[in-house]
């Protein structure tokens, strides 16, 4: 994904995506370093479906490996 993902990202509504989509995109948004905005709102919507916080970054941890999954928890603690 490119950095104008961001910007579809912005006219996307993230409720219409699929939980395995919405993990593309949290990957794509930690590894192309994505505004601390588009990452909240990927992190919201998993939320919104049922995942923790916890949860998600164990689930991160499991697909991208520790250094993807130490970034989001490091965001998430700045945020």
Same mark, same amino acid.
């Given at each position: 994904m490119t950095e104008k993902t961001e910007d579809i990202l912005e006219k996307t509504d993230l409720k219409t995506l699929w939980t395995d989509t919405l993990f593309e995109l949290l990957h794509d948004a930690l590894k192309n370093n994505w505004s601390n905005n588009a990452l909240r709102q990927i992190f919201k919507e998993l939320k919104n479906k049922g995942y923790k916080p916890e949860k998600v970054i164990q689930d991160v941890k499991k697909r991208y490996g520790d250094d993807v999954a130490e970034k989001l928890y490091k %965001?998430? %603690? %700045?945020?």
């Open positions: %965001k998430i %603690k %700045k945020n």
